[in-house]
Each structure stands twice: as structure tokens, then as C-alpha cells.
């Protein structure tokens, strides 16, 4: 299977890296095809709500930034990893641009292969997840009916039992 897993944290060796590293080795194992998009190092902007591309770009996005290689991504992935810290009781914001992004190429046809999908958040202080979740169960599972493969939760820094659940999730595709 094609995994695109989208890191919204700007630390590269943080819990969300982590988790993610886990993920995609257990991942790996099954043969799954993995691709880790760092969203932070990335230049991609915030939707425009411009609708050139329910217009005249006919799906294409009119800001030709980083966003394009999610895009050509998506066009082949079978399951979409959301990976993030919780900032201010949400996803991180370089991840929510790219969310946003989708408008031009999951709205209104969503991406023909995607069926898939889970979630990977990070948190300072526990129960934090209420808005993070909210989105994902409105836009993924809801909104782009995919299946939701599993949410895992990691408040404070990542243990091993939060690895082993990372890594156990990836190899259970
Ligand atoms: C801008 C910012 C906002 C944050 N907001 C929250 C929050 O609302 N709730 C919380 O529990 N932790 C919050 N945190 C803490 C992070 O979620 C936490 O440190 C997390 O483990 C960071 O993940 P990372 O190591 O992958 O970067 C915030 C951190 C930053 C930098």
C-alpha cells in the first residue's frame, strides 16, 4: 500500500518524528510503500480561496510552491498519515496550510486511490486531542469517507509503549 505520512512538527528529532519513524518502520515490514512529507521544511502557503482551481486551473492550485508534491503524492496514495504536535489545542499551522491545500485536490473529487487514513498527535498535557480530533473525524473520516486505521495519543515525551503502538499500527496494514 501507498502511505503519504504528513509531519506538522518543526522538530526533527521530536515525539511526532519519532512516532512517525516508528510508524514507518513497522510500516516497512508489511512491504508498504512510505513517503514522510516534513511539512515544516516545506514552503507551502495558505489556501487562497481563490477558486481558480474549481475554475479556470480545472484542479490546478494557481501558487506553484512545495504544495505540488503532495499534490502528485496524493494522486497515488492509499492511505494518508496526519502526523502533528498540539499547538493551542490543535494541529500545528505549517500542517493546517497544507490541509487547507487539499481544497484544489480532494474537493469536490476526492483522490482516486485514498481510502485509508490515521492519526499521530503529540501534546504537552494529556486530554489535549478534542480539536485535532474533531478535524480528523470531520475531513477524513467524514468528509473524504476514508477508514480510520487508528488514533494514537502521546502526552509528554514519547515512551516505548507509544513506539511499540506506532510501530505495531504501521506493521497491522
Ligand atoms: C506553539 C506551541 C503550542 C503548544 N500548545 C499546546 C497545547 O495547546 N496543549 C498541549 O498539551 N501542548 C502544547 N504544546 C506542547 C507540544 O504539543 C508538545 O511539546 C509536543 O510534544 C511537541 O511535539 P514535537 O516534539 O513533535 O515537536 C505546544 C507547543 C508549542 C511550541
Do not use: W
Not at 515544516?40 to 480561496?49: E, P, W
Not at 494541529?91 to 497544507?98: A, E, P, R, V
Request: glycine fraction near 10%; charge should be neutral; hydrophobic fraction near 35%.
Amino acid at each position: 500500500m501507498k502511505i503519504l505520512v504528513l509531519n506538522g512538527s518543526p522538530r526533527p528529532n521530536g515525539n511526532t518524528a519519532k512516532m512517525v519513524e516508528a510508524f514507518k518502520e513497522g510500516a516497512a515490514v508489511g512491504g508498504n510503500d512510505v513517503n514522510v512529507i516534513d511539512v515544516c521544511r516545506k514552503n507551502i502557503k495558505g489556501c487562497l480561496a481563490c477558486e481558480y482551481c474549481h475554475s479556470k486551473g480545472k484542479g490546478q492550485c494557481v501558487q506553484k510552491d512545495d504544495i505540488q508534491e503532495v499534490y502528485d503524492l496524493l494522486k497515488e496514495t492509499e492511505m494518508l498519515v496526519i502526523a502533528s504536535p498540539i499547538y493551542y489545542h490543535g494541529i500545528s499551522g505549517q500542517l493546517k496550510c497544507t490541509i487547507d491545500r487539499f481544497y484544489a485536490a480532494a474537493y469536490p473529487i476526492k483522490p482516486a486511490h485514498l481510502k485509508k487514513t490515521a492519526m499521530l498527535l503529540c501534546s504537552g498535557d494529556k486530554d489535549q486531542y478534542a480539536g485535532a480530533k474533531f478535524s480528523y473525524e470531520g475531513d477524513f473520516l467524514g468528509y473524504l469517507g476514508l477508514e480510520d486505521m487508528g488514533v494514537i495519543t502521546v502526552s509528554g515525551s514519547v515512551t516505548q509503549e507509544k513506539l511499540d503502538a506506532a510501530r505495531a499500527l504501521g506493521a497491522s496494514l
